[in-house]
């Protein structure tokens, strides 16, 4: 099925760094999600943006929907230990109904001390 | 209400035997999604129920696969004839259009 691109792939910081990634899609999205995933577990929502342009906060993270509506970034400022894990994007087609989730192909955060 | 729930946390199966994982979503979301994730993907869209309807099935779903939700509560999904491409993390989401989806912590599924 089709997955979003979704860069870096993955990454190495050192604590405290500040951290930026994004997500491309040819198609275009209404909603954007961005889940963190710890090993074993599901995805935990991290942000949603609901419209072309918004940029929103949610603790030290903050994400923004692209005016294109074909992609998303994700920056996580003054990264700590637990921001390790596997961070993907999401896409839904149609706003205020139930279509299903597009995810990208994720990006994978590991911190060092 | 703490959250999705799904069951087993793990499986183990041997190639040619039918297995079925259940999934009890957030009790007042009306909408509930089954998604695979093999290693080192994201996770891929199965199918979607509203309530006790299943709307929307991915070619991914192929005839060995069941789902149900009869009560529009729980939900159900078979696989019979369990292959060895079968083996994934198979999660549960659900919501209730409002914000975002609740994901189970999966059931991992591993076919010998």
């Known amino acids: 099925g089709q997955q979003l691109n979704q860069s870096p792939q993955s990454m190495f910081i050192q604590e405290g760094e500040d951290v930026s990634m994004n997500c491309t899609s040819s198609s275009i999205f209404n909603t954007w999600l961005w889940y963190k995933q710890d090993p074993g577990e599901g995805p935990v929502l991290l942000i949603a943006?609901?419209?072309?342009?918004e940029l929103t906060s949610n603790g030290r993270l903050t994400a923004q929907f692209g005016i294109t509506r074909k992609d998303s970034f994700l920056n996580i400022s003054a990264s700590i230990p637990s921001d390790v894990g596997i961070y993907f994007c999401?896409?839904?087609?149609?706003?205020?109904?139930?279509?299903?989730?597009?995810f990208g192909t994720g990006t994978r955060l590991q911190v060092t001390l | 209400d703490t959250g999705v729930s799904q069951d087993p946390r793990h499986k183990i199966t041997k190639r040619g035997q039918n297995v079925t994982f259940r999934c009890d979503p957030i009790?007042?979301?009306?909408?509930l999604y089954w998604y695979r994730q093999t290693l080192g993907q994201g996770p891929e869209f199965l199918t979607y129920f509203q309530n006790e309807a299943q709307l929307e099935k991915s070619r991914l779903l192929s005839d060995r696969f069941s789902a149900e939700r009869p009560k529009g509560s729980f939900s159900t999904l078979e696989i019979q004839r369990t292959e060895q491409g079968d083996s994934a993390m198979y999660l549960c989401?659900?919501?209730?259009?409002?914000?975002?989806?609740?994901f189970g912590s999966g059931t991992r599924l591993t076919v010998v």
């Open positions: 999401a896409g839904r087609g149609n706003t205020g109904t139930a279509s299903k989730l597009t």
């Open positions: 943006l609901y419209k072309a342009g």
């Open positions: 989401a659900s919501t209730d259009d409002s914000y975002g989806y609740t």
């Open positions: 009790s007042e979301h009306n909408r």
